[in-house]
C-alpha cells in the first residue's frame, strides 16, 4: 500500500525566505504526483503537476522536482511572501492509472512571517 | 474557469439523521470524487464516480452512499449519521482524460 509522508508538518518562516517542501512516497511505480495548495477552511487548488517521466515542473516561483528511484518529490518557494501561507500536499497517482488509488499526504502548513 | 460547488460550507446535524452533500460542477467533467480530510490522516476516497449512474467506492465507504443521477451533480449521502462522520468533505471532478482534479471548498460537517 502506498504511503506518502510529508515532513515536517508545520514550518514558519520569515518572508524572502526561500525554502523546501518534501515529500516522499514507499512505492516508486506512480504515473504522476502533484502538488496542492489548500486555505484554511477550503478547498484544494492544484499547483504543479509532474508525469513519471519528468523530472521536474515550474511555474511563477514555484518549482517542483521528482526523484522516483528514491520516492522523493521537493516543492522550492522561492522569496517567500505571507500570502503563501498555506497548507501544501502532495498527492500520488498509482502507475496503473486508477484515480481511485490516489494516495495524499496530510500536508506541510507554511506560514510566512511578514 | 471551473467551479465545482458544494451545497454547504458548515453543517450541523444530530446522530441518527440522515444527510445529503451536494456538489455541482460546470465543466462537464466526467469524474467526481468524494473525499472526506481530518487531521493526521491527510485525504481518505469513500466513493467515486466515473460518469452519469456509475459508482465505485474508495477506500472508506462505510456508512455513506452516492448519487449520480445527472453528469453535474454528485451527491453523498450518510443514511444514519454518527459522531465518527464529524469531518471536512471534500468533492473534486475532473475530465476522464486528463489527470488534474478541481476541488471545491468543502463542507464542515458536525455530527451531535
Not at chain 1, 484554511?40 to 523530472?55: D, F, M
Not at chain 1, 528511484?69 to 502532495?90: E, K, M, V
Not at chain 2, 481518505?44 to 465505485?56: A, G, H, N, Q
Request: a neutral charge; charged letters at 20%.
Amino acid at each position: 500500500k502506498q504511503e506518502v509522508t510529508q515532513i515536517p508538518a508545520a514550518l514558519s518562516v520569515p518572508e524572502g525566505e526561500n525554502l523546501v517542501l518534501n515529500c516522499s512516497f514507499t512505492d516508486s511505480a506512480i504515473y504522476n504526483l502533484q502538488w496542492f495548495r489548500q486555505d484554511p477552511g477550503k478547498g484544494l487548488t492544484s499547483l504543479l503537476l509532474i508525469q513519471s517521466s519528468q523530472r521536474e515542473q515550474t511555474s511563477g516561483r514555484l518549482n517542483a522536482s521528482l526523484d522516483k528511484s528514491s520516492g522523493r518529490s521537493t516543492l522550492y518557494i522561492a522569496a517567500s511572501q505571507p500570502g503563501d501561507s498555506a497548507t501544501y500536499l502532495c498527492a500520488v497517482t498509482p502507475f496503473s492509472g486508477g484515480y481511485q488509488k490516489v494516495t495524499f499526504g496530510t500536508g506541510t502548513k507554511l506560514q510566512v512571517i511578514p | 474557469d471551473v467551479k465545482v460547488t458544494q451545497s454547504s460550507r458548515y453543517l450541523v446535524k444530530r446522530t441518527g439523521e440522515k444527510v445529503f452533500l451536494e456538489c455541482v460542477q460546470d465543466m462537464d467533467h466526467e469524474n467526481m470524487f468524494w473525499y472526506r480530510q481530518d487531521p493526521g490522516l491527510g485525504l481518505r476516497l469513500i466513493y467515486f464516480s466515473y460518469d452519469v449512474k456509475m459508482k465505485e467506492k474508495g477506500d472508506i465507504p462505510e456508512g455513506y452512499s452516492v448519487s449520480r443521477e445527472k453528469k453535474e451533480r454528485f451527491s453523498l449521502i450518510l443514511e444514519s449519521a454518527s459522531t465518527n462522520q464529524t469531518s471536512m468533505y471534500l468533492c473534486a471532478s475532473k475530465f476522464a482524460n486528463t489527470d488534474t482534479q478541481y476541488f471545491g471548498p468543502g463542507t464542515r460537517l458536525t455530527v451531535l
